[in-house]
């Protein structure tokens, strides 16, 4: 297999400076796509761009404005916009008759609303142009039977596997595919907050007994941004150790 199956492509990963988003840009590059990874973080982002020779640009997901100066740089900067990962989330756990609608709305703007603005521009400013393109977007498998203690996230992740759907029925005609990755529980920063006992409890609905690792994630949209994909899309792939099987 050519190990450089990306090469000449720019792959967009945002939150890419930590966590699954890490994973995914180091996979891509390791590819040969040129990763260009978008994150509020700087430091972090920063830094793993240049370890794996890609660029960091500024922008906050949830703000249109942000974004639309973001798409345009990267577009100035390398041409175009041949993938896309949507990785940037965030959580604010609560039951939902004591989430404040601040919790509500912040969670629904990254992580929804984040993936629509960035999605709408690299299509509009570049994929179309080149009737050529490939988005996947990070949801969890939370959006799918849903979490107690995550109204919001696991309304934004449905809100995004839904968004997915629509979009690859809209662009598939334009040669631009749209994938979701379900997660189940994966070793991150997200996760290592939890507390033992929940944590022990996740681990027995889990079928594999274990949570997956960032690379694992990262497997899988690489597949999904690949050529051995090519007739996939509007798809929902969980990556959950067996929880979720329909
Ligand atoms: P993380 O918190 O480790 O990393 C998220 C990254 O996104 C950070 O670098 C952060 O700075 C960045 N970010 C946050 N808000 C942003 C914004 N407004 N604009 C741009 N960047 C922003 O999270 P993670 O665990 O790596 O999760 C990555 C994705 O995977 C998220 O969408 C999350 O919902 C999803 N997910 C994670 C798990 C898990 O078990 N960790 C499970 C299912 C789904």
């Known amino acids: 297999m050519d190990n450089k199956i990306f090469s000449g492509e720019t792959a967009v990963v945002t939150g890419g400076g ?7 840009a180091r996979n891509l590059a390791a590819a040969g796509a040129r990763v260009v990874i978008v994150d509020v973080n700087k430091e972090a982002a920063v830094a793993l761009s240049e370890e794996i020779g890609g660029s ?8 249109s404005e942000s974004v639309e100066g973001a798409v345009n740089k990267i577009i ?24 404040k609608e601040e919790d509500w709305d912040k969670v629904m703007d990254i992580n929804l609303k984040g993936v629509f603005n960035f999605s709408r521009l690299a299509v509009k400013k570049s994929m ?12 969890s498998i939370v959006g799918i039977i849903g979490n107690p203690g995550q109204a919001n996230y696991s309304a934004s992740k449905a809100g995004v596997i839904a968004l997915t759907r629509t979009m690859a029925k809209e662009l ?6 749209v994938n979701a990755v379900a997660p189940g529980f994966i070793e991150t920063e997200m996760t290592e907050k939890l507390p033992e006992k929940v944590r022990e409890k996740f681990l027995e609905n889990i079928p594999m007994k274990r949570l997956g690792t960032p690379a694992e994630v990262a497997d899988t949209v690489r597949f999904l941004v690949s050529p051995a994909s090519a007739y996939i899309t509007g798809q929902v792939i969980t990556v959950d150790g067996g929880m979720v099987t329909e």
Do not use: P
Request: positive net charge; aromatic residues 2%.
């Open 18 to 24: 930590r966590g699954i988003g890490e994973a995914i």
């Open 56 to 63: 960091y640009v500024a922008a906050d997901v949830s703000d």
């Open 76 to 99: 100035e900067n390398n041409g175009k916009i041949d993938i896309l990962i949507n990785n940037a989330g965030i959580n604010r756990d609560a039951l939902t008759i004591r989430m």
């Open 128 to 139: 179309i142009k080149k009737r050529r393109g490939n988005i996947v977007n990070i949801a």
């Open 172 to 177: 598939a005609v334009r040669g631009i595919r």
